[in-house]
């Protein structure tokens, strides 16, 4: 789980990595989850099958190759603060353990968090090992190990709130925060309103702020991040999870040697050392030692679940293939595009009159508005939006309360008026001395002689940038999902959860950018030859 | 009705004119000429204040133009620019509108004037610098010489007292010479006051009433067309006439 702040989501990449690996992927989504999910419970007794050299690889490597995140904080992986550049945390250690297990050495390797799926089919590492969660959508493209930490999925609430109480079905109409894609967005669905967030700093923020209802997330989460907020209290427990190993469904052999390492880490204590040194070993944990093929079964929601504990939200839809995108998913689609596309257009008629008003403050503006201008060009110009759309958002909190919406209009718009901006003054400079000299000789004030002849005349010359920051700013609008807008990005990534596949979202989701961008290129390809004419 | 005194314009330490003072009578038509960089286009271009200039005052009508530029002068420029018009070197039209469109933006934009009577007055302006055939026509597509017509014409909509030309045949292809010298002959006929900086002797002789040679930013001679051109007293006019003729 977890996955703090910044880098978090450059979504745009992110996406498209996915897309890529989605497709290379393919053949191994495909792959009949199922029957490999019961091939690994047969354990011992299926010494005559073929092996598939997962394990033998791994051993010749002489390390197991795992993958996380660092950025998702302790208690899970972290950057040891007393020693810079080493990670510790409770998956280190399990890491170390396991590795030792298959006789190798273990070796992290950084990914991503919300990539790690896609990143692991392409054979970038051979485990996840960061508290995946396991969820149905997940387990149609991953082999999960036995669970290696139990818990629960947490509701906190504010104190002064109290409309919130510990029952799914008593939170209709409620806004409540969770991490998207995770195991208590997949708990919501269907049952409140879910404010989707990157990070897990972000929600309970959110929370006392006032901009969601309550917040549900793993335990493990919500004691670090939410416990400590003195508005917010904890309502109660909704549901138990999992965190397992995750590895390729065609790995059978690891999975197998994992599965057994595993089982002797646990029988012998080990794992439970290891969580007390982190502080998060409690009484859930004490199934994990008599875990077995009908617990494992249920887990993975294939077999009878037992009242009161958990197969992954939603498992009772058998199928766990990829499969189609449904006519109201391909709505939320078009409706994502309709965000992305408003969002932009809004941003976009904030950033062209303030850009505007930039460049000509800057050229014909009194020296200290000349100079504020400059430093808001440089300072817009040299931060990460995704930075300033998150002080905007977050950090402005207490001062402004700004809806998501409009702070990420408000957010990109002033971005790009500094782009806007940059782009005016190279047109207004364009435009020769001459006439601007003419039209004052004429008796034009400054003022009216920019916008009768020199304006004019340089906004043609900016046209091509304008049609172009346009087209980028469409695209760079995904990075508002950061601040719980849901656009067409944000959309793309959560039906292809749902549907186990990037390849028909993502291809929609490019066609849709696609469908939007390249009428503007011609209509203003179209403008420019009218304007070259006259 | 045009009044230098003392007139000073530095650039950084050299001076382009260094105490100018000389004043410029109603319906009269004056030709500044002299050697390049001795001042006749800083000159002009002080007059109607698209240069600033650090001593001295500039009186035209009943505007005072100090030192100081734009900022210290707003009012007056606005005023005096409306009562003197300006035609450049490089015709300067503006390349978005049509002859017509240049010729009634600053009377419907400045003056008040309704679009309909402005373009009325056009229609006769052009007339005048004989391009009613081009009134449609754009910048890009007008000779040279037609686009100093209409910039002409287009200073003549504002019903300028004087009009200040600055060298505005030098751009022009020889052949389209004549016809621009032809207008200017015939606003002077028509009473117009000019300020025309030239290199057109012919011009100066026959049409200027008057002529100033400027050199190193001072009047070194000043007096009647014809004997200015015919018998210069100064060396330096005497070189200049040499080279010119």
Known sequence: ?534 | MIEVKNLKKVYGDRAVISGVSVSFEKGKVVALIGPSGGGKSTLLRCINGLEDFQGGEIHVGGEVLHPGGYAKNKRALLALRQRVGMVFQTWNLFAHRTATGNIIEAPVHVKGLSVEAATKRARELLERVGLSHRADAYPHEMSGGEQQRVAIARALAMDPEALLLDEPTSALDPERVGEVLDVMRALANDGLTMLVVTHEMKFAREVSHRTLVLHGGAIIEDGPSHDVIERPTHERTKAFLGHTR
């Open chain 1, 1 to 534: 789980m977890t996955y703090t702040l910044p880098a978090s989501a450059l979504c745009r990449f992110m996406a498209f990595a996915a897309l890529v690996a989605g497709l290379l992927s393919c053949q191994g989504e495909r792959s009949p989850t199922r029957s490999t999910a019961s091939a690994s419970r047969d354990g011992g007794s299926s010494a005559a099958r073929r092996e598939d050299g997962s394990l033998r690889r791994v051993r010749a490597a002489g390390v197991l190759r795992w993958g996380g995140d660092v950025q998702g904080g302790a208690p899970y992986v972290y950057e040891d603060p007393d020693h810079a550049g080493r990670n510790k945390g409770f998956e280190v250690d399990l890491a170390n353990a396991l590795a030792r297990e298959l006789g190798v050495r273990a070796e992290f390797v950084q990914n991503d968090w919300s990539a790690l799926v896609p990143s692991l089919e392409r054979g970038t590492f051979d485990v996840i090992l960061n508290g995946l969660e396991v969820t149905r959508p997940r387990v149609g493209r991953v082999r999960f190990s036995r669970p290696y930490y139990v818990f629960a999925a947490r509701l906190m609430a504010r104190r002064d709130n109290p409309r919130v109480r510990a029952d799914i079905n008593a939170l209709r109409g409620l806004r409540v925060g969770t991490l998207t894609n995770s195991f208590s967005e997949e708990i919501l669905k269907d049952h409140a309103e879910i404010v989707g967030y990157e990070g897990t700093e972000e929600p309970y923020a959110d929370c006392v702020a006032g901009r969601n209802d309550a917040v549900l997330l793993d335990d493990i989460i919500a004691n670090i991040y939410g416990v400590p907020k003195p508005e917010l209290r904890v309502v109660g427990d909704l549901q138990d999870g999992f965190y397992s190993i995750a590895s390729r469904p065609a790995d059978n052999d690891l999975s197998l040697a994992l599965d057994a390492a595993l089982a002797r880490i646990i029988e012998r204590g080990e794992l439970e050392q290891i969580l007390r040194r982190e502080n998060i070993y409690n009484d859930r944990q004490l199934g994990l030692r008599t875990w077995g093929d009908a617990e494992q079964q249920r887990m993975l929601g294939l077999g009878p679940s037992a009242p009161g504990s958990a197969g992954p939200p939603g498992a009772a839809v058998s199928s766990t293939a990829p499969h189609r995108m449904s006519f109201g998913q391909v709505v939320l689609f078009v409706k994502g595009a309709g965000v992305t596309l408003l969002l932009s257009v809004l941003a976009m008629m904030l950033a062209i009159p303030l850009g505007l008003g930039l460049a000509v403050a800057r050229l014909y503006g009194p020296a200290p508005l000349a100079r504020i201008a400059g430093a808001y060009v440089e300072f817009y110009r040299g931060t990460p939006v995704l930075l300033q759309l998150y002080v905007l958002y977050y950090g402005l909190a207490s001062v402004v309360r700004l809806d998501a919406f409009v702070a990420a209009i408000l957010g990109l718009g002033m971005n790009y008026a500094a782009y806007e901006a940059e782009v005016y003054r190279a047109g207004i400079q364009g435009v020769p001395k001459g006439q601007m000299e003419a039209a004052l000789s004429l008796g034009m004030s400054t003022p009216l002689a920019l916008r009768r002849v020199v304006l004019p005349q340089a906004f043609r010359m900016a046209l091509p940038s304008v049609t172009n920051d346009f087209i980028a700013l469409l695209k760079d609008s995904s990075l508002v999902s950061v601040i719980t807008v849901v656009e067409l990005t944000k959309r793309m990534t959560i039906v292809a959860v749902d549907t186990r596949s990037y390849v028909v979202p993502g291809l929609l989701c490019a066609f849709l950018y696609f469908a939007m961008s390249y009428p503007l290129s011609i209509f203003a390809r179209r403008l420019e030859e009218r304007l070259a004419r006259s």
